[in-house]
């Protein structure tokens, strides 16, 4: 059962930016072509940034509405909670939740900061990154310091300036990176390319965990007339293929305290995953160049950590997973949430479930994991 | 256990095609163009066809060697076990390996024939179909006919042809049909486009279910500078989103008693994927256009079926996926198999399984959906 007196700890969440994000902190040069809310014809709100218009003001965010209602995004800001967008409201919408801390990823910037990857610009790009950090730290986690991980993004262009920003947000508190699942998938060098070194010994010195979103690497390759749902219902598999691709990399070998959430692809796929990778690894593992005594299970449960929203057969299967590395996750304001129900419905999933072992999946995993003190 | 009486079958092997399958069969004008081995430099054996030379003659065909072997596929037939491609001595190894009954797949046509997809000559490409078919009815499986499972191909490129096909060799006895777990990923139509549908219901009429085996609908989409070792891992996630995608598609609201399996992608995933796609289906079958009232898991136990070689976690939470809907695979002779103790390994895998239940995975399933007698 959980037990009354757990701080229930989300670490996956949205933030959908405010209007304000961007033109309060951008330089004075970069205001006109940095993200602005623009109107359109039929009272549509979109993003401007460079030469584009981006209509997806509010992608997916519906807590709150009656699922026979889905499949229509909001168009504008009036047309969502404001606790999509309003920090102050957020912490009421997270007390109605029994939420009581959230880790929030991006939204307009794509879960891992993509959208900047995309500019032409790499100045204005990077300056687009700080200008999100600070907004996160100094505005939105500032507002209730002990109801929000810090979670920071990090240039996708340039590995020296992403080392900066992680150094930089470190020293005012940043407890998160969040990056790409799969950045071979986004145009960029692989986990094995040796590439992102630099960037992965900062976060390790840093111990901020780098965090990779379902979609931060791509989506499903679905046919192009199935329906959306598909992909929804398929976002662990991009989960399975990151987790299978960091444990037969070195980035585990290289760097010992790295570690690594994965987020909104559940966790009942993991005990299958990781049998399958200790048996092709017992097979292949000669001519890999790899460690060919580490299990990869062995670092799975000292690197990778999981979480999820509903997921009976994983909770049934926790201790092939490893206790210690499930967190849970809300997803407000996404359709996959259950606001205003999240720590009811939580505290059924986990009716089974030892008040111990839930309470570290609740809350404390979360708490050591990002250093994130009661 | 595994009770001694059971007649062990798997649902999952590979041919390798010996150099005489299109020489002697394909009609006098294609001879000269259509699939036969030619020695190159080196002492190197490859496939030519068209104006191409295909270099893998024994892709994977490891059976029978140390692990610390792995990664150096065969480059001539003498290199290989005769098990590969002699059906005299393939029978004398499932004796050997305890595996009485085989489903063969096809290796140079690619595993549901998509080699001859790309072939200009679209003419000798059904030749070339009819040809494998004719050696895997007329002289495999005729070889010892309970020791085979007779599964036929489908010209992928037309699908009248493809529905005429079935019905010639369901004539012949066929009982299975190999067909793309993703068509949209190798250029053909999706599930979801209705182009399937005559191809469907021949296959639903013929009783003759489809087999999706991983990496007919593509690989998974590894870094380039990923080994190999993490394909092989990830398997599964082909097979997830193959079952994802049909059980949110209306090909079983269109075709009731069509039935597919799911090849080389292992179960212990599935426990996940059914509550997950339940879980999204729950919210979203609004505007999916499908019977909102049939469940995906329920279609699943209708119509789906899994196969393993190794897999505890699957095994364990077995009732979740339905132990009717569970076979065994040996995968003989690629780098999973288990030769030549597949039967050995396959009981110690199901030493906590009740008889019964043992009984069905092993071998009543697999007689159910293939038709295939004692």
Redesign the interface.
């Known amino acids: 059962m959980l037990p009354d007196d757990v701080r229930l700890i989300s670490v996956d969440d949205h933030v959908i930016e405010h209007e304000r994000v961007w033109v309060d902190r951008l330089p004075a040069r970069f205001r006109e072509v940095g993200p602005r809310v623009v109107e359109l014809d039929g009272g549509v709100q979109a993003w401007s940034f460079e030469d584009q218009v981006i209509p997806s003001i509010g992608l997916n965010a519906v807590a709150g509405k009656d699922?026979?209602d889905?499949?229509l995004d909001p168009l504008r800001f009036d047309e969502m909670r404001p606790g999509c967008y309003d920090v102050a409201e957020r912490v009421k919408d997270m007390d109605l939740d029994g939420v009581h801390v959230q880790l929030n990823f991006p939204s307009f910037p794509g879960f891992a900061g993509s959208t900047f990857l995309g500019a032409t610009d790499k100045d204005l790009a990077t300056a687009c990154v700080v200008a999100w950090n600070d907004f996160m730290l100094d505005e939105w986690c500032a507002h209730t310091p002990d109801r929000f991980i810090p979670m920071v993004m990090v240039p996708l262009w340039d590995v020296d300036a992403a080392v900066a920003e992680v150094q930089r947000t470190a020293a005012k508190g940043a407890r998160a990176i969040t990056f790409s699942e799969?950045p071979?998938?986004v145009g960029l060098p692989?986990?094995?390319?040796g590439h992102w070194d630099p960037l992965l010994a900062a976060a390790q010195d840093a111990e901020m965990p780098l965090c990779l979103h379902f979609g931060s690497g791509?989506v499903?390759?679905?046919?192009?007339?199935?329906?959306?749902?598909?992909t929804?219902?398929?976002f662990?598999?991009n989960s399975?293929?990151a987790c299978?691709?960091l444990l037969?990399?070195d980035v585990f070998h290289t760097f010992p305290r790295l570690r690594v959430a994965l987020q909104e692809g559940?966790?009942?796929?993991m005990?299958?995953?990781?049998?399958?990778?200790d048996?092709?690894?017992?097979?292949?593992r000669?001519?890999?160049?790899i460690d060919p005594d580490a299990r990869p299970s062995d670092l799975f449960r000292e690197h990778v950590y999981g979480c999820f929203i509903?997921?009976?057969?994983?909770l049934?299967?926790r201790h092939?997973i490893g206790v210690d590395n499930i967190m849970f996750e809300s997803d407000y304001p996404h359709?996959?949430c259950n606001f205003p129900v999240a720590r009811t419905r939580f505290a059924e999933e986990l009716k089974d479930v030892p008040d111990d072992e839930a309470r570290r999946i609740a809350e404390d995993n979360a708490r050591r994991l990002f250093r994130f003190p009661r």
């Open positions: 699922p026979k889905f499949g799969a071979h998938r692989s986990f094995h390319s791509g499903p390759d679905v046919a192009p007339d199935a329906d959306f749902a598909v929804i219902a398929l662990a598999t399975h293929f299978v691709d037969l990399s559940g966790i009942g796929w005990p299958y995953a990781l049998e399958r990778v048996y092709v690894w017992e097979r292949h000669w001519y890999l160049g509903s997921d009976t057969a994983g049934e299967a092939r359709s996959d």
